[in-house]
């Protein structure tokens, strides 16, 4: 499993939960604020309106919980029985790790510069201008630029990959749905019933994802945050409870100082679930796990039903997947027009992002690779590579031990390999792709 897969989520929710402001003009109304800092430590800020801490660990459990938790038992399978368990544990403890970082580096800038809240663009550009290099510091506006490029390319590339998977997953039980009985006992070969193209089942979820995207409140998002965590929750205990009964063993936050407990608690949650989940489904089903394993599960309504569910969760998923690149374009954009453009604008350039998400699902071959090699450098860098430099640039003036260098530039160094080495497969993928005929996009697996 690569580095840029494991720490995937994480890079979406870390950036949800420190996105841009709504408006350029409106700071202090900022709904999705996190980092806020109280009364008593930033006297003369106007408290800002952030959401609770139950719906800041809904957010960051679902940021983290995505479609690649069912691919993880063929990863487990890859690395072996010992080292993938392990190897995800160590992910998830870096991962977590390095978004404490970024929380902590944008805590001490709103202190320092008396803010009540900070972006991850800003808090790179502010870093720069922290560190001791003359070069850097000229140039930090650039570092808000390419972190909030990388936000904006990798996001969008999330969402375009849940269309994929939205379409994928209703075409395989519309297909199978002739051969799906009430028997769980049994896993026998499905003869499907040919439908329509999956690219016609991606343009039928399309207006369901405009009216999702519609919602530019967090708060409200929670809502959809929490029915995505229900169904993804229900129809993983489908999958455990499977997994375990034939296996062969018999035996925004409003008070910004709760936030690292919260990430701590939420990253644990994911971790677990992830080697469970990972780690039960290579034992029960061995080398005959596929690349999905929902694609191991028996034809019978119980089980057609976790595609339902995830159906269902990816679908409110998008919407917060889609906040993050929205609140970086959008305040840009309506900062340049008068207040009565403002909202048309803003609905607009919202309606535009989601047809291009669904246009791009549509109209790319393999779309799964590119969006591989572009997660390849564009996750790794804001989840593993700018973090810990992030750290030595805002801390280093202040005095820093020399253990903690040393371990920033191994996190960043193992950042730089996992950027490497996905960058070289996917690419390598992606020619071979080439010398085969063109399919359109599809997670379908054969069995």
Known sequence: MSVTKSTEGAVAVKLDLMSPPESAKKLENKD??????????????KKTKGITVIQALIHLVKGNMGTGILGLSLAVKNAGILMGPL????????????????????????????????DYGDTVMHGLEASPSAWLQNHAHWG??????????TQLGFCCVYIVFLADNLKQVVEAVNSTTNNCHSNETVMLTPTMDSRLYMLSF????????????????????????????????????????????????????????ILSLGMSIVTSLY?????????????????????????????????????????CTYALQFYVPAEIIIPFAISRVSTRWALPLDLSIRLAMVCLTCLLA?????????????GSVS?????????????????????MSPLTIFKDALISILGFVGFVVG???????????????????????LR
């Open 32 to 45: 999705s604020t996190f980092l806020d800092e109280s009364p008593s430590e930033s006297p003369g800020l």
């Open 87 to 118: 190897s995800l544990l160590v992910m998830g403890l870096i991962a977590c790790h390095c978004m404490h970082i970024l929380v902590r580096c944008a805590q001490r800038f709103c202190k320092r510069l008396n803010k009540p809240f900070m």
């Open 144 to 153: 808000r630029h390419i972190v909030s490029f990388f936000l904006i390319v």
């Open 206 to 261: 399309l207006p369901f994802l405009v009216l999702l995207v519609l919602i530019r409140n967090l708060r409200i998002l929670t809502i959809f945050s929490m029915l995505a965590n229900i169904s993804m929750l229900v129809s993983l205990v489908i999958i455990t409870q499977y997994i375990t009964q034939v296996l062969p063993l018999e035996n925004k936050m409003k008070n910004a100082r709760h936030f690292p407990a």
């Open 275 to 315: 080697i469970s989940i990972g780690t039960l489904g290579y034992l029960r089903f061995g080398d005959d796990i596929k690349a999905s394993i929902s694609l191991n599960l028996p034809n019978c309504w119980l089980y057609q039903s976790v595609k339902l569910l995830y159906i269902a969760g990816i679908l």
């Open 362 to 374: 549509v109209l790319i071959p393999r779309l799964d690779l590119v969006i591989s090699l572009v």
């Open 379 to 399: 996750s790794s860098a804001l989840a593993l590579i700018i973090p810990p430099l992030l750290e030595v640039s805002t801390f280093y003036s202040e005095g």
């Open 423 to 445: 960058t070289y497969q996917a690419l390598d993928e992606l020619l071979k792709s080439g010398d085969s005929p063109l399919f359109s996009n599809s997670t379908t697996f």
